[in-house]
């Protein structure tokens, strides 16, 4: 029933990489700012990266530099790659979208996926 789906993570070693996606299943997203966070055990969630549907990008200090935003409008698909992980990455990762439209409908609110476990591990 989610209508935003993560997927692409998984366990690496520190200094490896990953890709997550997010596709807006049966809803379209091309109008709404997206975002990447991530809650890892006994903390807040927080705000890794987010994307506007210009293309504008911001990222959290800590992720600067390593991660990068992206989203292919036409695909309905947002993503996260993630390079040079490190262990304090380890979380799970949630998509957020301030919008969605189902059926020529925007219904504007905060959506989140069920998110995807990503664990940073030697």
């Known amino acids: 029933q989610a209508q935003l789906v993560e997927s692409g993570g998984g366990l690496v070693q520190p200094g490896g990489s990953l890709r997550l996606s997010c596709v807006a299943s049966?809803?379209?997203?091309?109008?709404?700012?997206m975002g990447w966070y991530r809650q890892a055990p006994g903390k807040q969630r927080e705000l890794v990266a987010s994307?506007?549907?210009?293309?504008?990008?911001n990222y959290a200090i800590s992720a600067k530099g390593r991660f990068t935003i992206s989203r292919d409008n036409g695909e309905n698909t947002m993503y996260l790659q993630m390079n040079s992980l490190k262990p304090e990455d380890t979380a799970v990762y949630y998509c957020?979208?301030?919008?969605?439209?189902?059926?020529?409908?925007?219904?504007?609110?905060?959506?989140w996926g069920q998110g995807t476990q990503v664990t940073v591990s030697s």
């Open positions: 957020n979208a301030d919008r969605l439209t189902m059926r020529g409908v925007t219904y504007y609110r905060n959506y």
């Open positions: 049966g809803s379209i997203f091309s109008g709404s700012t």
């Open positions: 994307i506007t549907s210009g293309g504008s990008t």
